[in-house]
């Protein structure tokens, strides 16, 4: 879509402004709870620009997207639901406007929290899956938040702490490898992460 390519590009332009750090920290914590576009591009162009700085840059991702995901909890616990548990009209703006935010992925949620539950948390917050639903669906459920905060807090320090690191490390010849395979590479290492887990639990 268009608008969504111009506010990629918007968001990626503050990464030669002297706001890039304060812009990174406020897409971060509003990529958790309803903002389209994630923080890894600023985050690498920023790395980029300065390597030095790299895992600076990556602890205010996980520091912003953490409080992010806590004000995404919030919303699905204090405003989405009405009194006879209808969606309120937030939740329908949600719907309505957040790319591949629907009622039934949202429904689906449930069923996945009650069978992996921090997991799926830590998965959402490490991998590509849009954090938001995870976020504001773990407070619409009345997901443990102690639990909530802990698994958010290890999926995004594992998954910004990998991008740094990479551009840290490899620099102008990383970028193009993580724009186009660090979806699969993320889902990958989390399948097999959960994967070990489980085997684990079943042999124990």
């Not at 690191?165 to 724009?179: A, M, P, R, T």
């Amino acid at each position: 879509m268009k608008w969504l390519r111009k506010l990629y590009d918007w968001v990626l332009h503050w990464a030669l402004t002297p706001y890039g750090l304060i812009a990174l920290f406020v897409c971060s914590f509003v990529e958790a709870s309803f903002f389209p576009i994630p923080a890894d591009p600023l985050l690498i162009a920023l790395i980029l620009g300065l390597r030095k700085k790299a895992f600076k840059f990556a602890t205010y991702c996980i520091i912003a997207s953490t409080l992010g995901g806590i004000f995404g909890y919030a919303i699905g616990h204090f405003i989405w639901w009405s009194g006879s548990n209808e969606f309120t009209s937030v939740a329908w703006f949600f719907f309505n406007n957040i790319p591949g935010f629907t009622p039934a992925v949202f429904s689906d949620m449930k069923v996945l929290y009650e069978e992996w539950n921090f997991w799926v948390i830590f998965a959402a917050g490490f991998t590509p899956i849009p954090f938001k639903v995870f976020t504001i669906s773990a407070g619409a459920f009345e997901i443990n938040f102690i639990l909530f905060t802990i698994a958010a807090l290890l999926g995004r320090t594992a998954r910004f702490m990998l991008v740094a690191w990479l551009v840290w490390k490899y620099g102008e010849q990383i970028k193009k490898f993580i724009d186009k395979y660090f979806n699969w590479l993320a889902i990958a290492f989390t399948v097999l992460l959960i994967g070990g887990f489980v085997v684990i639990k079943y042999l124990l």
